[in-house]
Each structure stands twice: as structure tokens, then as C-alpha cells.
């Protein structure tokens, strides 16, 4: 197998999309590689092609202006024969040799037919992003249980409401632009429960005040759900959900300072819908079997450590955006551009960007993370959240391990993070291979800790058709996408 381009990036988010788009402009060929139909990623999700002239989701998003720049950039580099675009492409493992690094995709274009892809380049950068981080609750398994960023991705991918009457809960301001999204759509929010207080900004408003954006564009949130009449109930969770065969109310309860439900708080509410989220999970996979050194992002999460150029410990290895730290899609446009400059640098390229723009995007980073630091710190997990957990509350979905398996494991087998529990339970070991609960089950067996997913080198399912097809994969690197 040939190289295929001078750099590889998997993830066509804000970060992927910038360090593609910068290193394209310092003459480098680069392959673009993306799970999703669309570029843009969970932050500039859309609808289909053919069905956003119907569907109206303009209002949901932010920086359309820098997208619709992006996206123009890559098209000219594509009709130059300059970006090889691979989307539906699902990246499954990365290997590392001498000579650079392999990409082993699964083309999923024409599903169900899977084609395998391997891709070459020198050099590597990686912008996975992030997924929402959960916390368990007695029936957080019943259908009509979201994510809060699952109901925000039917409402830009395809102006889909998941209920009419919808609950939200869990921490962090991407509770607000969900349930003003919905609301906006006709949808009755009955209620934001939000496990923190407003004080804890008011302790450390430094950060807040130095983001006039951040603080006007929660402002905008608070005005359309006032308009609406959704309340913002501070310091309560959602502790349980009920019903048969799907979501049919919820409990909610005001939390003690620890996080536990403050007893005779609890009170039930109808909804046919419920979005929880608890923050969100850098997605590593691809990076930790690769022995990048990880460090703590101060949020309960391991990220992957990099320079001031976003170079990791692993030489020709760039990463950007949330695998470095859960902070927005500014900071992941400036680390973009930053991990693009020293790609065009150690490759011996043209200076794109030039001093003061990177000397700008270093500034925009340092700022945004200490934004994101502040925001960590306002907007923790709850440490008394386990006592919302019943025994027979089921953690792992793929494989029905319970609350009550896991803390035998911890007190009766000594387990000490969720590796240790996957191997007494099997918790972690389904389909989802611990992506929804492997920080629930860390959290609850050791909280004091940063949580990162266990190494693994297939990060993603795949069958065995593909692995068969892994001979012919060099003459798929040389085939262009349709």
C-alpha cells in the first residue's frame, strides 16, 4: 500500500475541518475521513442534501458563516484532485510503523455492502470529538430516554422533536441551546433541572466575564425559554424515570450540596420524553492504543496531552479539538488551525498561517480552556450521585449488569477502576464496547480518578467480511470517493 496523501484526518468536526482546510492551503494532499454523510460533525450537523430546502435548522446553529467558508475550501481542493474526501467511513483501528501511519476504514457508503480501506500518509492528525457522558438512574433504559445530544441531533439532522413533552436534566450549559431548540419548536419543556448552582459561577466570574460571547449567548438561551415559560430548576436531577413500554414520567428531586436527593423533595412528572447529560467523554479510541501519553482535563476525563503546536508524544501524531479537552467549537477551530501550522512546519511546507494568526489561535486556545477549566469546576458530577442508583439498576445495557454487580466487585473483589470491573461483570464488553457506561461504571468505583476507555485495537465494530476484504484494501486507497 502507497501513500495515499501527506496527511490523514479522521474527524471532519470544527477541528477536523480547520486543520484540513489550513494544511490544504499550505500545498499538502490530504485524505478527510469522517463516519457522517455531511462534514461538519455533531456541531454543524444537518439535514440531508436533498432535504434542506424543507427542513429549517439555520436557527440552531452558530459560525454558519466559517462553515460555509470551510466547506467551499474543500470543494475547490477536491476539484483540484488535492482532498480525498472519505465519508461513511468508519475508522476502526490505526497502526504505526516507520514510515508513518495506516488508517483501516469500513466504507459503509452503500449500506449494507462494507468495503475495507486502508489509507497511508506520513502523517497522522486526530479530531474524534466527543460523546455525552451518562449518569444511571432507575429506568434510564426505558425507550424515550435520550441523550440530550440525541434529541439535539434529530432536531438539526432532521427537524425531528423526540417528544411534545420533554424533560431535561443532568449538568453544563448544553442543557440551554437543547431546550431552547425545542421549545422553539412547539415542544413543552416542563423542566431544565440542573444538578449545580448559579453560585458557583459567581465564585469564579473572572473566566465568564473575559467570554462576553459565552455569557450573551446564554443570555439569548435564558430569553427564549422565559418567551416559552420553560423553568430552570438549579440544584435538582432527574433520579428516575418510569412507564411500560416507554417513558411516561420522570422523578425529579432538589439535591443535597453532595449531590444525594434531598429526602421529601421528590416529585413525579409526565413527559414522553427525557434528554440527560452529564457533560461529555473525549473519544480516544483511536489515540490510546497508539501509547499517547493522556493527562487530567480537571472534568473527571483523561485527554490526550499535546504541545502548544498540538503535536502528541507520538512523533507524525497531531491531535485537536475535544480529544484534547471538552471546550467548544471555537477552541477546537483554533487547535485545528493550530495542529495544521506545525503539520505544515515539520513537513517543511509554506507558513500557513502566518506568525499572528497562529500567535492569535494560541491566544483563543489558552483563553477557551481556561473557560472550559472554569466550566468544569461550576459544573461537576455530583459526588453523592450513586445513591440515586437502586441494586437492580442496570448499568450496562449491552450486557444487563446491574448497580448491585458492580459494587460487589468493588467490595467484595477489590476492583478499582471499570477495566478491573469489565473483567469480573462484562461490564463494557457489548456492542457499545463501554462507550455509555464505561464513565458511569468508573465514576461509581473510583470518582477520585480520570476516567479513559480501556485499549483496545478494533474501536469500533466491524464484521468479519470486512477483515477478509483487508488484502484488497490497498487498491481501495487508490480509488477516489464518488
Not at 501519553?293 to 512523533?315: F, I, K, M, W
Not at 466487585?409 to 469489565?422: M, N, T, W
Request: charged share 20%.
Amino acid at each position: 500500500m502507497g501513500e495515499t496523501a501527506d496527511l490523514v484526518v479522521v474527524g471532519a468536526g470544527p477541528a477536523g475541518l480547520a486543520a484540513a482546510v489550513t494544511t490544504l492551503a499550505g500545498g499538502l494532499n490530504v485524505a478527510l475521513v469522517d463516519s457522517g454523510t455531511a462534514v461538519g460533525g455533531q456541531y454543524w450537523r444537518h439535514p440531508p442534501d436533498h432535504a434542506r430546502s424543507a427542513i429549517s435548522t439555520a436557527d440552531l446553529h452558530h459560525g454558519l458563516r466559517v462553515y460555509r467558508a470551510l466547506r467551499r475550501a474543500l470543494s475547490t481542493a477536491r476539484a483540484r484532485g488535492r482532498l480525498d474526501l472519505r465519508l461513511a467511513h468508519h475508522v476502526w483501528s490505526v497502526t504505526r510503523d516507520d514510515d508513518g501511519f495506516t488508517v483501516y476504514a469500513v466504507d459503509r457508503r452503500r449500506a449494507p455492502e462494507e468495503t475495507a480501506v486502508a489509507l497511508r500518509a506520513p502523517r497522522l492528525l486526530v479530531a474524534t470529538g466527543a460523546y455525552d457522558r451518562q449518569l444511571p438512574f432507575p429506568g434510564w433504559d426505558l425507550p424515550g430516554v435520550l441523550t440530550v445530544g440525541g434529541l439535539q441531533a434529530l432536531l438539526k439532522g432532521g427537524g425531528v422533536a423526540a417528544g411534545r413533552r420533554v424533560a431535561l436534566g443532568g449538568t453544563g450549559p448544553f442543557l440551554l441551546p437543547v431546550a431552547a431548540g425545542l421549545a422553539s419548536r412547539g415542544v413543552e419543556v416542563v423542566a431544565v433541572c440542573e444538578a449545580a448552582g448559579p453560585s458557583a459561577w459567581l465564585r469564579r466570574p473572572g473566566p465568564l466575564l473575559r467570554n462576553p460571547a459565552k455569557w450573551a449567548e446564554g443570555a439569548r438561551y435564558g430569553l427564549t425559554l422565559a418567551r416559552h415559560g420553560v423553568r430552570l430548576y438549579p440544584r435538582t436531577a432527574i433520579v428516575a424515570a418510569d412507564g411500560t413500554d416507554r417513558v411516561s414520567s420522570v422523578r425529579i428531586a432538589s439535591l443535597a450540596p453532595d449531590g444525594s436527593p434531598r429526602p421529601g423533595t421528590e416529585r413525579r412528572v409526565e413527559v414522553d420524553a427525557v434528554g440527560v447529560g452529564w457533560g461529555f467523554t473525549p473519544q480516544l479510541d483511536l489515540l490510546v492504543p497508539l501509547g499517547c501519553q493522556l493527562t487530567d482535563s480537571g472534568d473527571g476525563n483523561a485527554v490526550v496531552a499535546v504541545d502548544t503546536g498540538q503535536r502528541t508524544t507520538v512523533p507524525g501524531l497531531y491531535a485537536a479539538g475535544e480529544v484534547c479537552g471538552v471546550g467548544g467549537a471555537r477552541l477546537s477551530l483554533a487547535e485545528g488551525r493550530l495542529a495544521a501550522g506545525s503539520v505544515l512546519a515539520d513537513h517543511g511546507a509554506a507558513p500557513v498561517p502566518g506568525r499572528r494568526r497562529l500567535a492569535a489561535a494560541r491566544a483563543t486556545v489558552a483563553g477557551q480552556r481556561a473557560f472550559a477549566r472554569a466550566m468544569a469546576r461550576a459544573h461537576p458530577i455530583p459526588p453523592g450521585w450513586a445513591k440515586w442508583l437502586t441494586d437492580d439498576t442496570v448499568l450496562c445495557r449491552c450486557e444487563e449488569v446491574t448497580a448491585g454487580a458492580v459494587r460487589a466487585a468493588r467490595a467484595d473483589c477489590g476492583a478499582s477502576d471499570h477495566r478491573q470491573v469489565k473483567q469480573l461483570t462484562r461490564a463494557g464488553m457489548g456492542w457499545c464496547q463501554g462507550r455509555t457506561c464505561g464513565p458511569a461504571v468508573h465514576c461509581l468505583v473510583a470518582p477520585h480518578r480520570p476516567y479513559a476507555p480501556t485499549e483496545r485495537l478494533v474501536a469500533t465494530p466491524v464484521t468479519l467480511g470486512v477483515l477478509a476484504d483487508l488484502d484488497d484494501a490497498g487498491e481501495n486507497t487508490r480509488r477516489s470517493s464518488t
